[in-house]
Nanobody
Framework: QVQLVESGGGLVQAGGSLRLSCAASGRTFSNYAVGWFRQAPGKEREFVAGVSWSGTNTYYAASVKGRFTVSRDNAKNTLYLQMNSLEPEDTAVYYC???????????????????WGSGTLVTVSS
């Protein structure tokens, strides 16, 4: 089992930045695809950004590309999401997730995640 705990959410003005962290425990996630997702009020959960199981490739939703940067530190078993130029539309609960199986990437991302954190709220004011 993998336990995931997100942190770093909060209230920020439009144009500001936040850095989210996701600490994993229980098992290393070094060979797993890992990603960030978000769910805004009244909307479905959506993919935001992810890192392939090998760590070689990163992926972004079109809405955040160029503003957000995802990274992983396997030594610390931690996933990060640097969010810059935040917009009110980025307001949501942000979740980190780990792929269901090792040595495998998934498309769509949402279908392949097997472990989820409880989320951290990001609120962007206009």
């Amino acid at each position: 089992q993998v336990q995931l705990v997100e942190s770093g959410g909060g209230l920020v003005q439009a144009g500001g930045s936040l850095r989210l962290s996701c600490a994993a425990s229980g098992r290393t996630f070094s060979n797993y695809a890992v990603g960030w997702f978000r769910q805004a009020p009244g909307k479905e959960r959506e993919f935001v950004a992810g890192v392939s199981w090998s760590g070689t490739n990163t992926y972004y939703a079109a809405s955040v590309k160029g503003r957000f940067t995802v990274s992983r530190d396997n030594a610390k078993n931690t996933l990060y999401l640097q969010m810059n130029s935040l917009e009110p539309e980025d307001t949501a609960v942000y979740y980190c997730a780990v792929g269901r199986l090792p040595n495998r990437d998934y498309a769509p991302w949402l279908d392949g995640m097997g472990y989820w954190g409880s989320g951290t709220l990001v609120t962007v004011s206009s």
